[in-house]
């Protein structure tokens, strides 16, 4: 279960998910070119983990940032549906994650 599943509240559903344009994934496209080099494997191996511990969601009351597995990160922006599109949007970033996951129960 990834993480904006599980730190849904009460009455809170998921309106989108995203995910990262390709052209983000130019290191890991670099390391595929080089995997026939020690290197270029370390190089895949790295982004394709690193890349699949980001997470961008939004729900009916956030807009989710999480980074990081070892070292997590969490971005969270709390909007009601009037404040999207103004500056009526507080943001709360927290690191360690497991302070967020501490702090939401």
Request: charged residues 20%; hydrophobic residues 45%; proline residues 3%.
């Amino acid at each position: 279960m990834s993480y904006i599943d599980e730190s849904l509240a009460p009455g809170e559903t998921i309106v989108a998910r995203f995910h990262l344009h390709w052209t983000a994934k130019g290191r890991l496209i670099l390391g595929i070119v080089l995997i026939p080099l020690v290197v270029g494997i370390f190089i895949t191996i790295y982004e394709w983990l690193r890349l699949r511990a980001i997470e961008l969601g939004v729900t009916s009351h956030r807009v989710v940032y999480k980074t990081g597995t070892v070292r997590s990160s969490a971005a969270t922006c709390f909007a009601s549906a009037s404040s999207i599109g103004s500056a009526d949007i507080a943001t709360r970033r927290s690191t360690p994650l497991s302070r967020t996951a501490a702090r939401a129960r």
